[in-house]
């Protein structure tokens, strides 16, 4: 059994207001029809133009959003009709990095606080077993525990996200939906936190939805990869398949966008 499985998912929210001033009714679907699963133990690459929907569906994986439609079941359980203490257990296995490292971390919260917010939420450890917990991974994530005592505006964009990775291993998850994670960063910096997540799955034996727009991220990164365009998710096959032989013509559209790196770069 897959340990994520997504079925005919869909998603819609409403255009906003018109050039005129008043309130739109109609709706633009952000997600159509949407079927896939995740192994344990694999990278799922996510890729697509900025607006194809990958973020809505990677949200609904987690259930930050509702879906107008569809099932998400992880490791055979249903995740949307989970409540009460089902689902606090469901989030503890399911966390989520964000796509940004500077608007992702509260700037008035030393790190100690942001780190260990998902334990305070879920668990009744004491505040001394906490910090021990958060200088435990804030160096599995290369940072020194002396970072527990600052705050994000001391620290570079590359090491706010790792600072966003330790937070997002805090309780210890089976499932990350890493959304953009570099696409922030710069390309030295990003390379990095990507060698890093490689590191950290091996580690921790985690499996990640990738969502990215960089298909060479996700030819490094991922197991499989699956292309979304406008809300639909037009091919899915291993990494070897869809980088050298896509089937689907806006797939041959993404690799021709992509610049070949020289043998030495790679």
């Known amino acids: 059994m897959s340990l994520v499985h997504a079925a005919h998912l869909v998603k819609s929210f409403s255009s ?30 996510l890729v697509g133009e900025s607006g194809s929907g990958k973020s809505t569906l990677g949200r609904m994986l987690l259930r930050l959003i509702d879906p107008d439609f569809g099932t998400v079941h992880f490791d055979g359980q249903d995740v ?5 203490g089902d689902l606090r257990r469901l989030r503890r296995d399911m966390q989520i990095i964000f796509q940004d490292p500077y608007g992702s971390l509260d700037p008035r919260m030393t790190v100690e606080a942001i780190v260990c917010e998902p334990i305070v939420v879920h668990d009744s450890q004491s505040r001394s077993g906490r910090r021990r917990r958060a200088a435990e991974m804030l160096r599995a994530v290369g940072m020194d525990d002396s970072a527990l005592r600052r705050y994000p505006h001391e620290f570079s964009g590359g090491q706010r996200q790792r600072i966003g990775i330790a937070r997002a291993l805090m309780l210890r998850p089976r499932f990350i939906v890493a959304d953009e994670p570099v696409s922030a960063l710069d390309v030295s910096v990003g390379a990095q936190i990507v060698n890093l997540l490689r590191q950290l799955q091996k580690e921790f034996q985690l499996t990640y939805l990738f969502i990215s727009h960089s298909l060479p991220v996700v030819r490094y990164l991922a197991n499989r990869v699956a292309v979304m365009k406008h809300g639909e998710l037009v091919e899915c096959g291993t990494t070897e398949q869809i980088t050298t032989a896509p089937r689907h013509e806006y797939t041959r559209t993404l690799l021709a966008a992509t610049p070949e790196l020289e043998p030495a770069a790679k």
């Not at 906003?16 to 690459?45: H, K």
């Not at 949307?80 to 009460?84: I, K, S």
């Open 16 to 45: 906003g207001q018109s050039a005129f001033g008043s309130t739109s009714t109609s709706r633009v679907r952000a997600v159509n029809d949407v079927s896939f699963e995740i192994e344990a133990g694999e990278t799922l690459g």
């Open 80 to 84: 949307l009709a989970a409540r009460g």
